[in-house]
C-alpha cells in the first residue's frame, strides 16, 4: 500500500473517530449528570429527614443536647459516607461541628468546622463555620485565635449578615483585652460601613461608653 493510501486510511479513521466522539461524549455527559442528579435529589432527601433531628435537638436543654450528640454524629456519618462529595455531605460536616458546639464539645467542633472549611471555603456556609469556630475558641479561653476567624469573616468573606456580628464581638474581645484604640477603630466600622444593620446602634453605644470609660 502506497504512502497516499496509508494516510487516506489514517485519515479515515481519525474522521469516524472524531465523529463517534462528537455523539458519544454529549451522551456520556447526560449519562452523568443525570446519575450525578438523582444522587443528589436522594441525598437532599435523606438530609432533610437528619435536618428534623436537628431541629429537634435544638428545642433540647443543655444536658439533652449532650446524650443526644452521639446519636446525631452517627447519622450525619452515614449521609456522608452514602453520599460523599454531594451538596448534602457538605452540609452535614459542617452540622457536625454544630452539633458539637451546641453539646459543648468546642474541640470537636473546631475540628469538624475547620474540616468543612479546609473542603469548602467559599460555600456559602463558610461565614458561618467561621464564627462558629471564633466562639469556639472563646469558649476555650483562646480570643487571640478567635479574633483570627472574625477577621476570616471580616477581610476574606465580607458577608453583609455576619460581618458586623463579627466586627462586634472583634471589638468586645479588643476591648477585653485592653486595646482601646483598636477597639474604638473597629465600633467606628461597623458605624461607617454598616450603617443599615442592627449592630449599628450597639456600636455607637459602646464606642461611647469606651470613649468616656464608663462600663455597666
Not at 449532650?66 to 452517627?74: A, G, H, Q, T, W
Not at 457536625?96 to 471555603?121: H, I, M, P, R, S
Request: charged share 30%; net charge negative; with cysteine.
Amino acid at each position: 500500500m502506497s504512502d497516499n493510501a496509508k494516510q487516506k486510511e489514517l485519515n479515515g479513521i481519525l474522521f469516524w473517530i472524531a465523529i463517534a466522539l462528537i455523539i458519544i461524549a454529549p451522551l456520556v455527559y447526560f449519562v452523568f449528570k443525570n446519575h450525578n442528579d438523582k444522587i443528589n435529589v436522594v441525598s437532599s432527601e435523606k438530609f432533610e429527614t437528619v435536618f428534623e433531628d436537628l431541629k429537634e435537638f435544638d428545642e433540647l436543654n443543655d444536658v439533652s443536647k449532650i446524650e443526644e450528640k452521639d446519636n446525631l454524629l452517627k447519622e450525619l456519618d452515614a449521609l456522608i459516607a452514602s453520599y460523599p462529595k454531594t451538596i448534602s455531605a457538605k452540609r452535614a460536616l459542617f452540622y457536625k461541628g454544630y452539633v458539637c458546639y451546641f453539646a459543648g464539645d468546642f474541640e470537636n467542633a473546631v475540628t469538624y468546622f475547620e474540616q468543612f472549611l479546609n473542603q469548602n471555603k467559599k460555600n456559602y456556609l463558610a461565614p458561618k463555620a467561621n464564627y462558629f469556630l471564633a466562639f469556639s475558641m472563646i469558649e476555650q479561653d483562646k480570643d487571640d485565635e478567635a479574633i483570627k476567624y472574625l477577621d476570616v469573616i471580616i477581610n476574606q468573606l465580607n458577608d453583609n449578615y455576619y460581618s458586623p456580628l463579627a466586627l462586634i464581638k472583634k471589638a468586645e474581645l479588643l476591648e477585653n483585652k485592653g486595646n482601646k484604640d483598636e477597639a474604638l477603630k473597629t465600633y467606628q466600622k461597623i458605624i461607617e460601613d454598616f450603617s443599615l444593620s442592627s449592630q449599628k446602634e450597639i456600636a455607637q453605644l459602646k464606642k461611647v461608653m469606651l470613649e468616656n470609660e464608663v462600663s455597666f
